[in-house]
């Protein structure tokens, strides 16, 4: 068979390419040289002479002090910085309760907070909301805005596109041609889940680690899963809620929690679950007490969620599932009982390298789109 | 020249540390391109029709805290001028608003006195009728659940933001003899107060009882009080930057908040 034949990259694509070489060995640096940057890249030292130039007039790197002479003398280098405040990144995340956006510095710290509830799911109301978070977000802004990194649940094609968001229940939605009329600014859509695992990634545990193979369950109105191996995120953004699984009742996504307590808490009439609304904290809180209510809804979600980890153990064996969402407030009880149930269904041998943990998802999506972010427009991490 | 922007700020009292320090901010980002105007209306006087200015002549509205019912709001709101408000919130009125993220800053300090060894708190609350009361009181006892805790009805003391109160509160809660090893008030004077009463009693801090307070100030300092630091400088700047948004002409709703840093001192581990 014939191997297929890589086009040639075009002049500007090499510029392009090299620019984003030394802009991340600048960024990964405390300071470095050029001489030491034509070292570290392979890239001829006017190459990189030019490509600094170009960055400092962009603002994006500046000259400093003085470093040291190489051994055979000579004037002592100019030493470069990455300037992290010369631009600033816009990242939304869309839950179906609200819309939270964040405005960060290239190097992810974060500088303010958007909030908007979200009362209908009907894209006409969700776009022009997502217009006033950015706007609010621009309003705080003091540099100029690199990019917009927008993370949305569901299946999102390669032009941004909403093909398919159970949680919003919407099919084919285009929000990137909606906001690119507003914005005069690159955009980014990406599904959630993978805005999760890409943080886990840039900012995470295995940031120096990137062959660990690691897998993410989104669980939320929906259940998503999205994997990293050796630096690359994966993510298909389908809903897994629906699956058969080898257990009854299925329980994973909040609304089939709810409909499951709705079908039995008629049974437990002292439980202090029905105090209040359900929250995955307060079923937590009522197991303390010993609760028969919490502790059955518990056990249901643990062998469901159970039955989703072999899936992802059997097909890629990954180091670490992370949980993500709210049921994470289930605490230490919810990874016990999971992985009781997993010895249960797969057997011990396919176990011993997974572990698993939980992680907030709100913090990590938002950490993700600014991830994103950086390493789409300013090509960095 | 284009005329300067008459932006009425509203008070209840300007010379109130916090809203001092709003106003500070304000001034960063909206002087001299426009002209500040402040006035107050009495502490217990939530209406428009104590304020010595005229609200149709202005052109846009700061209002700190909760210094203005939500019917006058709903007043001001009808006018069609640009508002702000700071560290307010009112559910059914789509004015934005400025916050100190209250959430991530109380279960930050949660988690500090719980990482210190802390697990049978007391809490001071604050004032029931503003967000940040209400918030704070509600993350704080949330959060305790994720560590399996829970504040017991006993250990929750009434504070108003209000010194005096607190100490009272605090008085009566020791008279009591119930166990507990952390205090976390609702806002640092609360526990700058707190403090004082502990030592008047004896209490070894942070050994015996871990003592914090949300918000940051230089009595906290003088204090030596761990706190969950907002800078309020800044609030006042980012709300002078929402309204100038706004009075470019840009509609805005929700609520943009401000990241918050716990300071460990001396009063805790």
Redesign the interface.
């Known amino acids: 068979m014939m191997a297929r034949q890589q086009p040639k990259a075009t002049r500007r694509q090499l510029k392009r390419h090299n620019r984003r070489l030394i802009l991340s060995h600048i960024y990964d640096s405390e300071t470095i040289s050029r001489a030491q940057l034509a070292t570290v890249t392979g890239l001829s030292k006017p190459t990189v002479s030019d490509i600094v130039n170009d960055l400092i007039d962009l603002g994006l790197v500046v000259e400093g002090g003085l470093g040291h002479s190489s051994e055979s003398g000579g004037k002592p280098p100019r030493l470069l910085y990455f300037v992290p405040e010369s631009r600033q990144i816009i990242g939304i995340s869309l839950f179906q309760e609200e819309i939270v956006g964040v405005l960060a510095n290239l190097n992810a710290s974060l500088l303010a907070s958007h909030q908007i509830p979200i009362s209908q799911t009907d894209p006409e109301i969700v776009i022009p909301l997502i217009e006033k978070a950015i706007y609010a977000l621009m309003a705080q802004s003091d540099a100029k805005i690199a990019c917009i990194s927008i993370g949305i649940p569901g299946i999102i094609d390669e032009k941004g596109d909403v093909l398919r968001s159970p949680a919003f229940g919407w099919e084919k939605v285009s929000i990137i041609n909606a906001l690119k009329k507003t914005f005069d600014v690159p955009i980014y859509i990406s599904n959630i889940t993978e805005l999760v695992i890409r943080a886990q990634v840039a900012f995470g545990e295995w940031q120096d680690d990137n062959h660990r193979y690691l897998a993410t369950v989104s669980i939320g109105e929906t259940v998503e899963v999205g994997t990293a191996f050796d630096g690359s995120v994966f993510q298909y953004g389908l809903d897994l809620s629906h699956i058969p699984l080898a257990c009854e009742p299925a329980i994973l996504n909040w609304k089939q929690l709810l409909q499951r307590y709705e079908a039995i808490k008629d049974h437990y009439p002292h439980s202090p679950l029905h105090k209040q609304p359900l929250r995955y904290l307060y079923i937590r809180s009522a197991l303390k007490y010993k609760d028969d209510l919490a502790e059955i809804l518990v056990n249901e979600i643990s062998q469901s969620l159970a039955h989703i980890f072999a899936w992802v153990i059997a097909v890629g064996r990954p180091d670490q599932i992370t949980i993500t969402g709210d049921i994470i407030d289930l605490g230490d009880i919810l990874t016990e009982r999971t992985s009781r149930y997993l010895d249960a269904i797969l057997p011990q041998e396919s176990l011993y390298v997974t572990s698993i943990s939980r992680a907030a998802s709100l913090e990590l999506s938002l950490l993700g789109t600014i991830a994103k972010g950086l390493q789409q427009e300013i090509g960095v991490l | 020249m284009m005329d300067k922007a008459k932006i009425a700020v509203i008070t209840n009292d300007a010379n109130q540390v916090f809203q001092q320090a709003v106003i500070s901010g304000l001034r960063l980002v909206l002087e001299p391109d426009n002209l500040l105007i402040l006035d107050a209306v009495g502490k217990d006087e939530q209406n428009l029709n104590v304020l010595s200015i005229d609200p149709i002549e202005m052109d846009a509205f700061i209002v700190i805290a909760n210094v203005l019912s939500d019917g006058a709001l709903h007043k001001l709101q009808a006018l069609g001028k640009p508002i702000t408000l700071v560290s307010h919130q009112v559910a059914d009125l789509s004015m934005?608003s400025i916050r100190a993220?209250s959430e991530d800053g109380m279960r930050r300090l949660v988690d500090h006195l719980v990482q210190c060894g802390c697990r049978e708190f007391v809490f001071i609350s604050g004032n029931m009728k503003q967000v940040d009361g209400v918030v704070r009181r509600q993350v704080f006892e949330?959060h305790l659940?994720?560590y399996?805790l829970?504040l017991k009805k006993t250990h929750l003391l009434p504070g108003d933001f209000e010194v005096d109160i607190a100490e009272q509160s605090l008085e009566t809660f020791l008279q009591l003899n119930l166990p507990f090893d952390a205090i976390l008030a609702s806002d640092y004077l609360m526990g700058v107060r707190a403090l004082e009463v502990l030592k008047r009693h004896q209490f070894d801090v942070p050994h015996q009882v871990c003592v914090a307070g949300f918000g940051d100030g230089c009595e906290a300092v003088s204090a030596d009080l761990t706190t969950v630091s907002i800078d309020i400088i800044e609030l006042g700047e980012?709300a002078g930057?929402?309204l100038?948004?706004q009075l470019k002409g840009?509609?805005?709703?929700?609520?943009?908040?401000?990241?918050t840093e716990v300071i460990c001192r001396a009063s805790s581990c």
């Open positions: 934005p993220d949330e659940l994720r399996d829970e980012r930057r929402q100038l948004a840009i509609a805005l709703i929700g609520t943009t908040f401000l990241r």
